[in-house]
């Protein structure tokens, strides 16, 4: 007999199109309404006994938690779905716990456990070939960097993202490239470029929709209140607007010139 909630045979589609309308949610900065998704799928998947699924949910579930600010729900999600790729033998699934679990460790300021979390993720990305896990675990590690005081290195960790950024078209990761760089430049002194990228980050946030996190919004502002009050007000200005006037080429234009610069 078919587990009960796929006795229509409609239960995995259900679960998937749950999933991809919860990443939906999460990309617009809904954030319950993509848990409550994430929930729908976790729980059909768990009835069907399928553990890939379950670690798939479980992530986005920790991913969720995590941008939302709750690090409890986010880690209790994610050592679960560690724990079942572990056992599964699910290597990329795997690097994407880690990921999430290293993005939480940072914010919670334990900055070189998640460093060593982040660099194990990394290794298990580069071994599958996944370019765009790996620029992730490598901005990740940059910011670490950052929050070390270790401005030059955060910058040179960037620096390996931008051929995925460049090659991708990945609006979610070039706005995280934006205003990593901007902060990154804000500690650096650079101001000008600090708020040439910030003004592009914020305009392409608005025109995709794609609200900053909360944590991220204050992170942002710390580094750039500082670089700002250093600047003169219409400098300052002028290169919010000018920034604000890129377009997505321009954009990545600006972060390689930035980085060939330094």
């Keep these: 007999m078919a587990p009960a909630g796929d006795r229509d045979g409609h239960g995995a589609p259900l679960a998937r199109v749950a999933h991809w309308l919860g990443m939906v949610q999460l990309q617009h900065g809904e954030f319950d309404a ?3 998704l994430f929930e729908r799928s976790l729980a059909i998947w768990r009835d069907l006994g399928d553990r890939d699924g379950q670690a798939r949910e479980l992530n986005s579930l920790g991913g969720t938690h995590r941008r939302r600010g709750d690090a409890g729900a986010a880690l209790s999600a994610l ?4 724990a079942i790729c572990r056992e599964t033998g699910n290597q990329s699934q795997l690097a994407g716990a ?3 679990i290293g993005q939480v460790e940072c914010s919670a300021g334990h900055l070189e456990q998640a460093g060593e979390l982040l660099r194990e993720a990394l ?3 580069r071994g599958l070939g996944d370019q765009m896990g ?3 675990d490598l ?3 940059s910011l670490i960097s950052l929050l070390l005081g ?6 040179e960790l960037q620096a390996e993202t931008l051929d995925y950024v460049a090659s991708s078209r990945d609006t979610e990761f070039l706005l995280d490239a934006l205003e990593l760089a901007a902060i990154i430049a804000a500690d650096l002194g650079e101001g000008p470029s600090a708020a040439r990228l910030a003004g592009a980050a914020e305009a392409h946030r608005r025109k995709a929709a794609m609200p900053i996190g909360p944590e991220d919004a204050v992170l942002l502002e710390q580094y750039l209140a500082p670089a700002r009050a250093a600047t003169a007000p219409q400098e300052w200005s002028a290169e919010l607007a000018a920034g604000a006037a890129l377009t997505d080429a321009q954009a990545i234009a600006l972060l390689i010139e930035i ?3 330094s």
Excluded: P
């Excluded at 050592?79 to 560690?82: F, N, P, Q």
């Excluded at 270790?150 to 910058?155: E, G, P, S």
């Design 259 to 261: 980085h060939e610069a």
């Design 139 to 141: 901005q990740s590690l």
């Design 79 to 82: 050592y679960e779905c560690a």
């Design 34 to 36: 993509a848990i409550q």
């Design 123 to 125: 290794a298990l990305r």
């Design 134 to 136: 790996a620029a992730v």
């Design 150 to 155: 270790r401005a030059r290195q955060a910058r």
């Design 98 to 100: 880690l990921t999430n």
